[in-house]
């Protein structure tokens, strides 16, 4: 079946630096992919999403590339922000016909001024 | 365009009770996910319905869970005699008509099932 993988966590940065949280899939066919944020206490929110290969998605600073021939949809920026604390989810849809999501465990982010 | 409801937010039940959690989708999705998310670990899909039809229940665990998705009125997900094993987050996700896989799903807040 689907399956994602994250980097495990926490992951702890100071203000500014550079972020990397690795995600690769396994999936039937050409997945979409997602990458969600979910701030304490709250549901989950779209960061980015990429629906084939090579295509980029970016948002807030964050961006992640579809690569086909590694599995991968790393979520990189280049400058974090304590507002960026938060636990990041990658996420696949597709072998089917419709969107079941299937998520990796989580990254939980943490940044300090 | 209000956003996922769900409520309650919070619930508390006592072992071999009932719970029952509803889900409002977003202004013209027809399309309801429902997910849950156990402590320390990634969301895990339960069930997909349409309207008045299930699509995919392949997620739930075979006995004391049901949902619906009515005609009228919010998608509900129903938890008979619970166990504390069954606290958790459960979320509650729409997307728009087609439902395909390049549709972004919409969660809503989640409601957090304690069971005592």
């Known amino acids: 079946g689907d399956s994602v993988t994250q980097m495990e966590g926490p992951v702890t940065l100071s203000e500014e630096a550079f972020l990397t949280i690795n995600c690769t899939y396994t999936a039937t066919g050409y997945p979409s992919l997602f990458w969600y944020v979910q701030y304490p206490g709250e549901g989950l929110q779209l960061l980015l999403k990429?629906?084939?290969?090579?295509d980029k998605g970016s948002n807030k600073g964050f961006e992640a590339t579809y690569r086909k021939e590694t599995t991968s949809f790393h979520l990189e920026k280049g400058s974090v922000q304590v507002s960026d604390s938060a636990v990041y989810f990658c996420?696949?849809?597709?072998?089917?016909?419709?969107?079941?999501?299937?998520f990796g465990q989580g990254t939980i982010l943490t940044v300090h001024p | 365009n209000a956003g996922v409801m769900q409520n309650p937010r919070h619930l508390v039940r006592r072992r071999g009770q009932e719970a029952r959690l509803r889900c409002s989708p977003m202004?013209?999705?027809?399309?309801v996910y429902w997910y849950r998310q156990l402590p320390e670990e990634g969301l895990k899909f339960m069930v997909y319905?349409?309207?008045?039809?299930?699509?995919?229940e392949s997620g739930m665990p075979k006995e004391r869970f049901s949902a619906e998705f009515p005609k009228e009125g919010p998608s509900i997900l129903r938890i008979q005699q619970v166990v504390r094993g069954d606290s958790a987050a459960y979320f509650c996700?729409?997307?728009?008509?087609?439902?395909?896989?390049?549709?972004?799903?919409?969660f809503g807040p989640g409601t957090r099932l304690l069971v005592l």
């Open positions: 996700a729409s997307s728009p008509v087609n439902g395909g896989k390049q549709e972004t799903q919409y």
């Open positions: 990429a629906t084939k290969a090579d």
């Open positions: 996420a696949s849809a597709g072998g089917t016909s419709y969107g079941k999501l299937t």
């Open positions: 319905l349409q309207k008045e039809n299930i699509i995919d």
């Open positions: 202004k013209g999705h027809s399309h």
